[in-house]
């Protein structure tokens, strides 16, 4: 499903008046019907409600009065509250307001700062505000009056309903200018915006209705746009089935390599999800160190050690490199996942950018591994034969773009789009609504999986997962975005059974089959 800015959504609205004949009035009657519409099934006994509906100087304002004039022919107790005087409303907008008056709906007029509490007085006797006063073009910050109206409204403990975002919400970036509404619910018109999706914003749309307004469907599903939100749609199509006369060969051989004896149990996490992913054979080399606890967690792999360094990381000696790319030519690797715990120093990043500036099999970097790309750069991306998946978290992307992390925050699509267009490689940008971008600048951005993944390990289990896909033969794009999707889900199933703050890795991992399951529409046998 596509995801647009708010400069994207102007452009698609002037192409349906401009191109199309589709005119202002029908797009704005439109919007306040379906809002209507969305608000009625969402309260079935809406006309027994009063209602309150705030609108603002501009076109938002309008769908607001629109909204009141079907409401109100139900049979609701409608109040209509305007940010500025009537006087200085225009065309289709000034029209709305007009039918309202002469239907006789009540409309209250802010003119000034004594009036913001009279309005809010009337709002403390309704029972659902509606939220029309700034659309998905807001691009300044709120204040005066709209500040002071907007905090007044949230402090008044009713249900809240935002046409198209709450107020005070950017459109295009998710910021809060100032302040926002906190809503219960939101109906935004033709596609969700970046500013729905993305934080803090997705912190204030409440249940979100995408309504039809009668956009030609082939100017939203232009190529031009190029931000989505992973559906469970798109990840189903990718999980294909599987012959019944298949052997282990058909789906891949993947090669896991991490671990040191501080962090011995993060190659294991992952090996375990790799284990989960469908991956025909799973490998894994870790420092001779922990190679029997590794082999006895894991005995559905095959587990090769490596020459340990003095304080038990993976040493970077020439035996040690020779051996894995010997490994991955000699086993037929199909991908390969690094970084797991291979502890951060020196040694395991030029350890890692060897391997990486020689491989020529698909490779899921992550953690430890990720210094790689931040230490020897120039080494690793002198492959042109590399393809490349890299997973940081928020501080990792810090360290290898030098940025603080509050301004890739306030970028995080733009940011990650120019690394892997720089780098020819995908960019998983993990955290809440984790952004996924390919070269090309097509992106992803993943709405599964809750606060119960902030805990250690849980990115080792999704490189072990997006390895698994990578071996089976799945781009790296379509590995990273189903990667991340099903490692979302099965954290969703999982804490429905198991309180978040208790959640394990080993919680997760157990749930993927269920979760692909469900994704795949393929019920499991045993179930």
Known sequence: MKILTAEQMQKIDQMAMNDYSISESILMENAGIKSAMAICETYPDIAQKNILIVCGPGNNGGDGFVI???????????????????????????ENLQILKKMNVLVFEITSESSIYEALNMANFSDIIIDAIFGTGLSKHVDGLYLALINGLNSIPVPKIAIDIPSGINGTTGLVMG???????????????????????SQYIGKIYVADISIPKNLLNSDEFKVNITTEEYVKERLRPRPENSNKGDFGRVLLIGGSKLYSGAPKIACNALLKSGAGISYMMVPDAILQQA??????????????AEDGHISDCDDNIRAVLNFINKNKITAVGIGMGLSDNNETANFTAEIL???E?????DADGLWAITKYA????ANKNLKMVITPHLK????????????????????????????????LLKGHRSVICDETGTTFVNTSGNAALAKGGMG????????GFLGQGMTLLNAAVCGSYVHGKAADLAVSEIFEYSLTTADIINQLPQAMSLISGKKAKNS
């Open 361 to 365: 099999v698909p490779v899921c970097l």
């Open 378 to 381: 120039k080494k690793v991306f």
């Open 179 to 201: 302040a926002a509404i906190k809503a219960a619910m939101t109906v935004t018109f033709a596609a969700p915006k970046i500013g729905h999706v993305l934080d803090p914003g």
């Open 357 to 359: 500036s020689k491989l």
């Open 68 to 94: 009141a004039r079907h409401l109100h022919n139900l049979g609701t107790s409608v109040t209509v509250i305007t940010t500025q005087p009537s006087s200085k409303y225009k065309g289709v907008t000034a």
């Open 396 to 427: 990792e992307m810090s360290k290898i773009i030098n940025m603080d992390i509050t301004g890739i925050l306030l970028n995080r699509i733009s940011i990650c789009n120019d690394f892997s267009r720089d780098k020819k490689c995908v960019t």
């Open 295 to 308: 082999q006895a967690c894991n005995t559905d792999a095959i587990i090769v050690g490596l020459k340990t």
């Open 460 to 467: 080792d289990a999704l490189t072990g997962l997006i390895a």
